[in-house]
Structures are given as C-alpha cells and as structure tokens.
C-alpha cells in the first residue's frame, strides 16, 4: 500500500496539530494502522496505533492522554490529533500500515509512508 502523510509543521508548545495519511493500493479497511516518530539521533519509536475497524487503539505512554489516532475507511484515511504538544515530540512522524486487522506490534508492520515533520518550539 501507498502512504502519504501530510500536516506536519511548525507549532508552539501546547499548541495543536493533526497528521493525515492517504493509503492506496490495498483495501485499507482490511488492516490496522498507526504511527512512528524519529527524532534526530533517536530510534525510530511507537506512537499509536488503531485496529482495521477502529475499535481498539493503542498509545504510548509518552502521547497517551494527549494524542488521539481515529480513521475514516470511507476516505482511507488515518488521523493523529496531536493537543498539548512538547518540544520533545518533535520528530518526522512515519504513517505505517499493518499485515493484519488487529494492531499486533512493529513487527507486522508492512508499509512505511514517507513522513512528515513535526516541529514543537518552546
């Protein structure tokens, strides 16, 4: 599958921002999605993460409380709604689609997006 995020940008701390992601090529209600950030000279880590039908979501505990993944199948669309944002949140955020419904870790992950980067200033 294609991924193609978008709405990264320059924002203040405590300020706002929601990610898209565009998917194509697969029936994007068939699999799970999520998100990974890198900051420079970090790992790549786990943000969030949401099931085929949207039932189930799952966050780290670094967003959790403040981050908010949701997807419209109709529109093969993935969302992160990021509210009270951090300094330390600024990465490239990575859209990633999964091999399965349910969202079962990194492991199963199957197709990366390009990134967009999210930069929070203090």
């Known amino acids: 599958v294609q991924l193609q995020a978008s709405g990264g940008g320059l924002v203040q701390a405590g300020g706002s921002l929601r990610l898209s992601c565009a998917a194509s090529?697969?029936?994007?209600?068939?699999?799970?999605m999520g998100w990974f950030r890198q900051a420079p000279g970090t790992e790549r880590e786990f943000v969030a993460a949401?099931?085929?039908?949207?039932?189930?979501?799952y966050y780290a505990d670094s967003v959790k409380g403040r981050f908010t993944i949701s997807r419209d199948n109709a529109k093969n669309t993935v969302y992160l709604q990021m509210n009270s944002l951090k300094p330390e949140d600024t990465a490239v955020y990575y859209c990633?689609?999964?091999?399965?419904?349910?969202?079962?870790?990194?492991?199963?992950?199957?197709?990366w997006g390009q990134g967009t980067q999210v930069t929070v200033s203090s």
């Open positions: 090529g697969r029936t994007f209600s068939n699999y799970a």
């Open positions: 949401i099931s085929w039908s949207g039932g189930n979501t």
């Open positions: 990633v689609a999964s091999s399965s419904r349910g969202w079962i870790g990194a492991r199963y992950v199957r197709d």
